[in-house]
């Protein structure tokens, strides 16, 4: 009989889990539908906005510092394929649906996560919606008006021969912005992440100040991997997550301490 109970308590779980699922998928299906009908505004500002030598980052770069002046130049973007413009157009407006409604998303997860909660984890946790939320958005941010520029500029200015037309894909430059942004959004979540892990004891700030070296090799490599074979564009990543790492060590610092006073 308490199996049975068992059982059925694992299968209201799932069933909850479930719900929470759908009703997360359908925030993101209700903002892409959203961007889906305002492509104007989608694809004009915002793909091909980063492509315009009128975009913000290129005036506050050239009017500051004399960089970016030039922007990526005139770019020619074309698609190859029939319908390729129409499943571009519903893939921008997925990942533009998650990106807007990842608050929500969020929301859901911590939802269904936080009954198996202490009620002191619970009160300790109770502003992580938020602070996920706001350095999730704060690393798109800065994904997409800092590293997506420098990014199409070095790529759109790099020439093998002036032989070569200066044109690009749609897809890629879709991809291109994509495979920068996400990416950005998710890695400011490391302090986030170092709290949790410190939480649970898994990680303490001796532990991290003694791999300095280390972390800054893999945020590095982070750096080189999301950005252009740029080392202007490298720097300028690598020193933002650097200073996460940093934030980081202060938040274990903190958890320890906190954990010691109250032992």
Known sequence: MSQS????????HLEELRWHLLRSLGAIIVFAIGGFVFKDFVFDTLILGPTKTSFWTYRFFCEHTGMLCQGPGELKIFTKDLGEQFLLHL????????IVAFPYVFWEIWRFIKPGL???EQKVAKYVVGVCSGLFLIGITFGYFVVTPMAIT?????????????SVTLSSLISNITMIVLPAGLIFELPLVIYFLSRLGLVTPDFLRSYRKHALVIILLVAAI???PDVVTQLLVTFPLYILYEISIYVSKYVTTHAKEKE
């Open 91 to 98: 893939k921008v407006s997925f990942v533009l649906g998650f």
């Open 5 to 12: 109970k068992d059982e059925m308590s694992f299968l209201e």
């Open 118 to 120: 202490y009620d002191k």
């Open 226 to 228: 999301i950005t252009p």
């Open 154 to 166: 070095f790529l759109a200015n790099y020439s093998l021969s002036s032989t070569i037309d200066n």
